[in-house]
């Protein structure tokens, strides 16, 4: 029987407690974490992906702080409670907590993930948390992109604008 989201939301300082379970546990965590804030099918198809690498898959959902200051004002368009209920309501998310920083290297380094997925709009050596997660024995991937499906890009063609 699935869980409900709301056992599947974790907050920050309670971290170190689960992953210390889950390793006992003997189980192979994987990470990954993003904005979020309108949940696509790209989205769903590089989680469901990732989930598929380990047996534990836990996402970082970026404040709505972070999300204003990496995407600037009108963003996000969805709160962080929110948002972090809408991965939370995926069957291939184990875990869901909500990080304040913009980028992910506190979150990583209390996890130390035995893999740190991201999707194919980026590239391992560009990602500033990479040396946070290899410096934990861990190893990051980049999962393809689906063409036509960015956050961003829907945004833009909500707006009526033509995408960049």
């Known amino acids: 029987m699935p869980r409900a989201f709301e056992e599947k939301q974790i907050p920050f300082n309670k971290l170190s407690e689960l992953v210390t379970k889950l390793r006992a546990d003997g189980k192979r965590i994987v ?14 198809q590089y989680l469901f992906e990732a989930r598929g690498l380990g047996d534990i898959l836990l996402c970082g959902i970026n404040s709505d702080k972070s999300v204003i200051r990496l995407k600037g004002s009108g963003r996000p368009l969805f709160p962080e409670a929110v948002r ?34 991201k999707g194919g709009d980026y590239r391992p050596e560009d990602l500033p948390e990479r040396h946070c997660v ?18 961003t890009g829907i945004i833009t063609k909500l707006k009526g604008e033509s995408n960049p």
């Open 134 to 151: 290899e410096g934990g024995g861990g190893k990051v991937v980049v999962l393809p992109f689906i063409p036509g499906f960015s956050t």
């Open 31 to 44: 990470t990954t974490n993003g904005c979020f804030d309108i949940l696509h099918l790209g989205h769903m």
């Open 84 to 117: 972090a209920r809408q991965v939370a309501a995926l069957e291939c998310v184990d875990y869901v907590t909500i990080f304040e920083q913009d980028t992910p290297e506190a979150l990583l380094k209390i996890i130390r993930p035995a893999i740190h997925v």
